[in-house]
């Protein structure tokens, strides 16, 4: 793959590797990674080591579960991932207010503790800054304020703060003025709020500033990030809050239907994710304004994009709300040419990877071929079939799409090895010759690994954690699972020079 060149650039593919690491998995004294030095010197080994691509998850602000894929905005940045370091190195925090992170959990995130000491900390740097900042300083928030606010900044903040009052309630169970959205009591809640709103206006504008300058230093180092967007928004968001009559509701702001995936080989009764589901024809009626205008966000923030669940722009699997899980739904249609025709007319040739895995049929393939997206590959689902069809095999994947031997919804490598030899007898092992090929050596996951960089595909990508050879402990999340999820990180010292170096050539070798 060839790196776009800039910001927002067309994502031609060459033939390149990445690693796929959240933010919040990298090392640091803070119980969760930042965007701080970690960030930096997380690229510029990636940069050593030949890797081009950094793939993260989405970067948005969470609720109490740390799942980047139920945000609170999808325009908003994630808060809890503001280096707060660098707060204290610009005389926002000092050594002292730092100091109860220090016992957190180096190696998984325990969020019910991490996340209200975080936003406390942000929040006093918030309130330090309006009384510190220098003119240079307070022009720029003015103008990052300027800018964001009529699209999202001014929505988000007031939603949040109104959140935070209500103790962090639905939307739909405030009190009727609030939840339709009635002007007078908006401007009332203004009015009330404006402290934690002016605060949380300013936490945003940390980010931005941190995340800004992230960017220029993997764009100096060669290192191109690929962000996620994913397909649903939470119900609990200001995106639905703002503009309910784009979402499938009844009258009270519940949802009418929700969004999820049939029963499948990981989830015997199909996944419940409960996002609402959009309302295509509202969606259509204004040209698709909300989509142009979060495609423009994430192409501000990313090189490129990894679209969620794609294959939902085609058809997707609509649930009745009030089913406990996701066996009595069906599948409806989805615009999604005319989407990406929108896109395509706004933005150009679009920087996107579409995640078609799952239960995907010749429309989600023909929606993808006909914007010419690079497609996706799980190794370990083509393993699970062997022997293996011509096509199947890692070297025969077409060189438009993107490899790996697992992504942040898989086992890693190891993990799935003990899965597969715990339900296979050893004859069955034996007729499997790559799964017996990684058995007999002595680090089974470099096998693995290699074949998502020996394959076919232009960009192949590998998580960290198979890099560094981990098990079921390293595994980030189980789909259809509602807790334990998006804790992993790793500490200092964990990714060894030598691993790096295998890394490194490996890379030149494939």
């Avoid at 230093?217 to 309910?244: E, K, N």
């Avoid at 022997?387 to 086992?411: C, E, K, T």
């Avoid at 560094?468 to 999820?485: D, E, H, K, Q, Y």
């Amino acid at each position: 793959m060839t790196p776009p060149k800039s910001h927002g650039a067309k994502a031609q593919l060459g033939r390149v590797s990445g690693v796929l690491c959240h933010v919040s998995s990298l090392p640091n004294a803070e119980g969760i990674g930042t965007l701080g030095q970690e960030a930096f010197d997380f690229i510029d080994q990636l940069a050593r080591t030949g890797q081009r691509v950094w793939q993260i998850l989405p970067l948005n602000p969470t609720q109490e579960d740390g799942s980047p894929y139920a945000a609170l905005s999808s325009f908003a940045g994630a808060e809890h991932v503001i280096s707060l370091q660098t707060l204290a190195e610009q005389g926002l925090l000092s050594e002292a207010d730092l100091a109860p992170l220090w016992a957190l959990d180096a190696r998984a995130i325990d969020f019910s503790l991490a996340l209200p000491q975080r936003r406390r900390l942000v929040a006093l740097a918030a309130s330090r800054f309006v009384a510190q900042a220098d003119g240079a300083a307070l022009a720029l928030f003015a103008a990052f304020r300027a800018k964001a606010g009529p699209i999202w900044l001014e929505d988000y903040a007031l939603f949040r703060a109104l959140l935070e009052a209500h103790h962090w309630a639905d939307w739909s169970e405030w009190p009727t003025p609030l939840r339709v959205r009635e002007p007078s009591a908006l401007a009332q809640a203004r009015l009330t709020l404006k402290e934690r709103i002016d605060t949380l206006c300013i936490e945003q504008f940390f980010f931005d500033q941190q995340w800004q300058k992230l960017r220029a230093h993997a764009l100096l180092r060669g290192v191109v990030i690929f962000g996620d967007m994913p397909i649903y928004v939470a119900q609990t968001s200001a995106d639905v809050w703002c503009a309910p009559h784009l979402f499938h509701l009844d009258a009270q702001g519940e949802p009418i239907t929700v969004a999820g995936c049939p029963p499948d080989m990981m989830a015997a009764a199909g996944q419940r994710w409960g996002n609402p589901t959009y309302d295509w024809a509202a969606m259509q009626s204004d040209g698709f304004a909300w989509w142009v205008a979060r495609m423009h966000h994430m192409l501000e923030a990313y090189d490129l994009v990894r679209i969620d669940h794609f294959r939902a722009f085609a058809s997707y699997w609509q649930i009745p709300a009030q089913d406990s899980d996701a066996r009595g739904g069906v599948w409806v249609p989805a615009p999604g040419q005319s989407v990406f025709q929108a896109l395509q007319e706004a933005f150009g040739e679009l920087p996107v990877v579409a995640e078609d895995l799952g239960f995907i049929t010749p429309d989600v393939y023909a929606l993808r071929d006909s914007f010419n997206f690079p497609g996706m590959h799980i190794i370990q689902y083509d393993l699970e079939e062997e022997p293996l069809a011509p096509m199947l095999l890692p070297q025969a994947y077409r060189a438009h799409s993107v490899s790996y031997f697992g992504n942040h919804d898989n086992a890693t490598a190891l993990g799935w090895l003990e899965d597969q030899t715990a339900k296979l007898s050893t004859e069955e092992q034996s007729g499997r010759p790559l799964l017996r090929a990684a058995l007999n050596a002595s680090e089974p996951h470099w096998v693995l690994n290699a074949l998502a960089l020996e394959s076919g595909s232009d960009l192949a990508i590998l998580q960290l954690q198979d890099i560094i050879g981990l098990g079921a402990s390293g595994r980030m999340n189980v789909p259809g699972t509602a807790s334990g999820n998006w804790r992993w990180r790793f500490a200092e010292g964990d990714v060894s020079d030598a691993m790096w170096t295998r890394l490194a050539r490996l890379t030149v070798s494939s």
